[in-house]
């Protein structure tokens, strides 16, 4: 895509001092430039060459290591959304989950605290914005994302039926939903706004476990 006048960098922009970086760590200034820019001017406002300037290289700095901006886009999201672990679940060190409670919680809180990351927030509302721009690159994008929540839920119910706190019983469609109020908190946070909300967050945690535990409780239980 062609960049306009609009979106050309200022000099104020371009003044960061040019600097030897390892490709790995000069990556990830690019990306973390390509946050600002994409969550500030989303996707068709954004240039590579306002990466660049705010990444403090030059337009071909960042075509040593991304041939577009459509590849900036989806490594940027990539990084944010979908780390190199995964996002599966897994118990802390101090966590005992000897009870359906506990796991719940354990299981609630990694959920949570993943999406009260302000970085994952702004790409949810940048794929929420720009769904209608970009359709293809947004649908690809949910998929991956529900994808991610499948395993990851996945693994907390296998878990817990290893440990036999969970009914064996449970379906994929169970895998899917599991999350289901997460979401749909996400989703008014993102619109409406913390200050907002028609339903505090201690309520919809709690609300959110009382569902998981009256559906996945054993039924010997």
């Avoid at 041939?67 to 780390?83: A, G, I, Q, R, Y």
């Avoid at 991610?148 to 440990?163: K, M």
């Avoid at 749909?184 to 709690?206: A, I, K």
């Amino acid at each position: 895509m062609t960049d306009t006048h609009q979106n050309k960098p200022s000099k104020n922009e371009s003044t960061n001092k040019r600097r030897y970086l390892p490709s790995a760590e000069r990556k990830r200034e690019i990306l973390k430039a390509a946050f600002e820019e994409f969550s500030h001017r989303g996707f068709l406002g954004t240039s590579l060459e306002r990466i660049a300037a705010r990444a403090g290289i030059s337009k071909s700095g960042i075509y040593a290591h991304y041939s577009s901006k459509d590849e900036v886009f989806e490594d940027m999201l990539h990084s944010t959304l979908l780390p190199p672990d995964g996002n599966t679940f897994e118990l802390s060190d101090t966590s005992e989950a000897d009870t359906l409670s506990c796991i719940v919680d354990e299981y609630l809180h990694q959920l949570y605290e993943r999406l009260s990351n302000p970085d994952v927030q702004a790409m949810f509302r940048l794929l929420m914005t720009e769904s209608g721009r970009v359709p293809d690159l947004a649908h690809y994008w949910g998929k991956q994302l529900l994808s991610q929540n499948y395993t990851a839920n996945q693994a907390f119910f296998e878990l817990g039926i290893q440990r036999g706190l969970i009914r064996p019983d449970v379906s994929p469609s169970d895998y899917i939903l599991a999350a289901s109020p997460s979401l749909m908190w996400l989703m008014v946070l993102l619109v409406l706004g913390p200050q907002n909300s028609p339903v505090p967050f201690e309520e919809v945690h709690q609300l959110h476990k009382r569902l998981l535990i009256e559906c996945l409780q054993p039924a010997s239980a």
